[in-house]
């Protein structure tokens, strides 16, 4: 299996613009989450879905801020419009019913200027 | 990945010296605890786990202790290694409610030569 997979690796965008973030988890895992990472923060849980449901949004910063999974193998991680203090890495990670073990993706690394 | 956190704690240690990484957890109420490495550039991944009915657990290299009545998680690398250094975070959860870790904010392990 090669992973959970995201792209892109590396996004720089202008304020205002729209971002969204891809993410493909490991094939039979039912749970799927977005975390973002920055130095002030550290890694801050966004979302997190079940079985392609949503299931806790609650960490999710404003509005601006969208998730999707049409479907066990893809998710989208949507921003719009952006600002500057959106900057981050932003992971992804899945994991199997049962385990807390989650396997996280290389990330995306989201530049706002 | 990124440094987290400004005041990211350091250690540093020589090569084939053990080391430890300590963690002090939020929660009493969490029962499950997990250790992720997290090298620069790439997602966290899974060291090692341990539920709260147990003191210690081990693992190739590793070992994690839990001191549940000072909220107090460490981990121990034998030997360690240039491969070692690296981000190591540790997260906690209630198992059984919503899935959803919290993470430390991290130790910077730096191993010389």
């Known amino acids: 299996d090669a992973g959970v997979i995201q792209s892109p690796r590396h996004e720089v965008t202008e304020m205002g613009q729209e971002v969204t973030l891809r993410c493909k988890p490991i094939?039979?895992?039912?749970?799927l989450f977005w975390y973002r990472q920055t130095m002030m923060r550290g890694l801050e849980l966004l979302i997190y879905?079940?079985?392609?449901?949503?299931?806790?949004d609650s960490g999710m910063p404003e509005d601006r801020f969208s998730a999707k999974m049409p479907n066990a193998s893809f998710s989208t991680l949507k921003i719009q419009p952006s600002e500057p203090r959106d900057s981050a890495v932003y992971f992804c990670a899945s994991s199997f019913m049962g385990s807390y073990g989650y396997t996280f993706g290389s990330g995306t690394r989201l530049t706002v200027v | 990945g990124e440094s987290v956190g400004l005041h990211l704690p350091t250690l540093s240690v020589q090569e084939g010296d053990n080391s430890i990484i300590n963690c002090a957890y939020s929660?009493?109420?969490?029962?499950?605890f997990i250790w992720y490495k997290q090298e620069s550039g790439k997602g966290p991944q899974f060291i090692i786990d341990?539920?709260?009915?147990?003191d210690k657990r081990q693992g190739q290299r590793v070992t994690v202790l839990l001191n549940k009545t000072v909220k107090h998680l460490s981990l121990q690398i034998a030997a360690t290694q240039p491969g070692d250094s690296a981000v190591y975070f540790c997260?906690?959860?209630?198992?059984?409610?919503?899935?959803?870790?919290?993470f430390g904010s991290g130790t910077q392990l730096t191993v010389l030569p």
């Open positions: 341990i539920r709260s009915n147990m």
């Open positions: 094939s039979g895992h039912d749970y």
């Open positions: 929660n009493s109420a969490s029962d499950y």
């Open positions: 997260a906690e959860t209630l198992s059984g409610s919503a899935r959803q870790l919290t």
């Open positions: 879905f079940n079985n392609n449901v949503p299931i806790d």
